[in-house]
T-cell receptor, first 108, second 114 residues
Framework: RKEVEQDPGPFNVPEGATVAFNCTYSNSASQSFFWYRQDCRKEPKLLMSVYSSGNEDGRFTAQLNRASQYISLLIRDSKLSDSATYLCVVIVGFKTIFGAGTRLFVKA | EPEVTQTPSHQVTQMGQEVILRCVPISNHLYFYWYRQILGQKVEFLVSFYNNEISEKSEIFDDQFSVERPDGSNFTLKIRSTKLEDSAMYFC????????????FGDGTRLSIL
């Protein structure tokens, strides 16, 4: 089993749609979790941290289920500018593990 | 907003040569990282660095690689005897104190080995 697994994608959605990404992790000792976005040939940029109680930032909502070792990201009212690769990131000790990413295309 | 800066943006080197990739982390950050991303593949952890020593390294980070914080601002990655398969984007990141602090990434150095 991969350390961090994400929906393979790509997701093709129209503007205004709601889209959800899932991520599972294998190490129960994982202590912190993040969603990053990466545009083509650019650096990963922090989208949001993921807290145990769930958290929301504008159109974005992140959830964490430690029992199931599962993280999710919900994007509401998708914009063209949301088109990117979304990376699930898990921290275990001093090691950072990236998922392979899920590609999102938002179309007009 | 403070940012992580990396130089050069693109490095072209002959196979077998040594390269040094440079990073200036955000000034009050204490934890530093290097990552590699081969074109079309996922971001791979190389090494983390804290308190002037390596905290964790991956299987990729073998004797060919080394890191150094030569002064109070720079954080470098040295790759000796470069191979064709070292061609990739290399990202530096830093974060502040606290387990839940996110990492902030530089915009990367594209390394091309000929």
């Amino acid at each position: 089993r991969k350390e961090v697994e994400q929906d393979p994608g790509p997701f093709n959605v129209p503007e205004g749609a709601t889209v959800a990404f899932n991520c599972t992790y294998s190490n129960s000792a994982s202590q912190s979790f993040f969603w990053y976005r990466q545009d083509c040939r650019k650096e990963p940029k922090l989208l949001m941290s993921v807290y145990s109680s769930g958290n929301e930032d504008g159109r974005f909502t992140a959830q964490l289920n430690r029992a199931s070792q599962y993280i999710s990201l919900l994007i509401r009212d998708s914009k063209l500018s949301d088109s990117a690769t979304y990376l699930c990131v898990v921290i275990v000790g001093f090691k950072t593990i990236f998922g392979a990413g899920t590609r999102l295309f938002v179309k007009a | 907003e403070p940012e992580v800066t990396q130089t050069p943006s693109h490095q072209v080197t002959q196979m077998g040569q040594e390269v040094i990739l440079r990073c200036v982390p955000i000034s009050n950050h204490l934890y530093f990282y290097w990552y590699r991303q081969i074109l079309g593949q996922k971001v791979e952890f190389l090494v983390s660095f804290y308190n002037n020593e390596i905290s964790e390294k991956s299987e990729i980070f073998d004797d060919q690689f080394s890191v150094e914080r030569p002064d109070g601002s720079n954080f470098t990655l040295k790759i000796r005897s470069t191979k064709l398969e070292d061609s990739a984007m290399y990202f530096c990141a830093s974060r502040g104190q606290g387990d839940f602090q996110p990492q902030h990434f530089g915009d990367g150095t594209r390394l091309s080995i000929l």
